[in-house]
């Protein structure tokens, strides 16, 4: 796609006050920077808390090996096996956005419920979009839903199987659902958007025949299995990034931009 098919991003206006500088204390710049530092931030205390749950489900685990015990954490092959994909996504369970032909590609491990994609969002999608418009980068985002737990509803798995649904209309119109899902994500605790909710961000991204298929949950068994997938794999956490194939130690945008750069340059 070229970057000329591109829609402009709209400029906010605070209520009451006159737009944000480019440049400057208040500005645009200044607001990406904070974001990308809280970014950073949630990413390293994530990480710290998965290290911790690491060694306690290992505790566990051992304990129960000792009693005698064995506990399957992992979904039987044949579940993974049943479960019919979307059309769209690749083998791995990915939905490209930019150049599958492309040198390099950035893959975006994201859960809906997350609130630290949410921010990752605010601080990189930006970057993304442009990665994704050009030629020598590609941009996939591939979906888990670990995060029921954080609402009443199984929201993360919900939100899932809605992205899913949305995929058979295109990239751009996905993409405006993905940015809109995050811009009104559901504060964790709750039940968190409801299914009408999920079929009028749908649709007003420019999907259509959506509402059964978010409505009978048509994608569920997929979504699970490829949850059970990314997490049985490289996966601990959300957002992670990989760049060609390669896990990033953290998502800071500074971290990717570095090593997006080093790939295009070797």
Known sequence: MSKNSKKKPIAYT??????????GPGSRSEARAAAAAKVLDADKRRRRTIVLAQVAVAVVVVAAVIGGVVIGLQSSDDDTASATPPAAVTDDGSFVVGNPDAPV?????EDFQCPICQQFEAAFGAQLDEYAASDDVN??????????RASSTEYSSRALNASACVMDSGPEVWKEFHEQMYLQQPAEGGAGLPDSDLVRIAEDAGASDVEACIADRTYADWVKATTDVAFDGEVTGTPTVFVNGEKLA?????????????????
Do not use: C, M, N, W
């Open 14 to 23: 605070p209520p009451g006050g006159s737009k944000s500088p480019s440049s």
């Open 105 to 109: 590609t950035v893959q975006v491990v």
């Open 139 to 148: 941009v996939e985002y591939r979906g888990v839903a670990f995060l029921d």
């Open 250 to 266: 953290d998502s800071a945008p500074a971290t990717i931009t570095a090593a997006v750069d080093e790939a295009l340059a070797s």
